[in-house]
Nanobody, 115 residues
């Protein structure tokens, strides 16, 4: 049974940083490219970032490029998202997934950026 468990969300001030984690189990983690997606209250799923299975290639949405860094540890089976210079518009629930649509995802972790 595939499980994705996100953690690390918190309330931070604008300009702050957070590191999100996603632990995967029930599948061979190193075989899959992974994504982060987010959903603001009342909004649609928005793709944030993607990393290939080996961690050698990454992609970012224009909204987070140059502020967020995606990475993975295939030994630990864990996906990360380092979020820097956070803005109020980054407020959302963040999910890890296998595709940019967030078709299959965990329960999410909430990030609130507010002064």
């Amino acid at each position: 049974q595939v499980q994705l468990v996100e953690s690390g969300g918190d309330r931070v001030r604008p300009g702050g940083s957070l590191r999100l984690s996603c632990e995967g189990s029930g599948f061979i983690f190193m075989n899959y490219g992974m994504t982060w997606v987010r959903q603001a209250a009342g909004g649609r799923i928005e793709w944030v970032s993607e990393i290939n299975s080996r961690g050698t290639r990454t992609w970012y949405s224009n909204a987070v490029k140059d502020r967020f860094v995606i990475s993975r540890d295939n030994v630990k089976g864990t996906l990360y998202l380092q979020m820097n210079n956070l803005r109020p518009e980054d407020t959302a629930s963040y999910y890890c997934s296998f595709d940019r649509a967030g078709t299959e995802r965990g329960q999410g972790t909430q990030v609130i950026v507010s002064s």
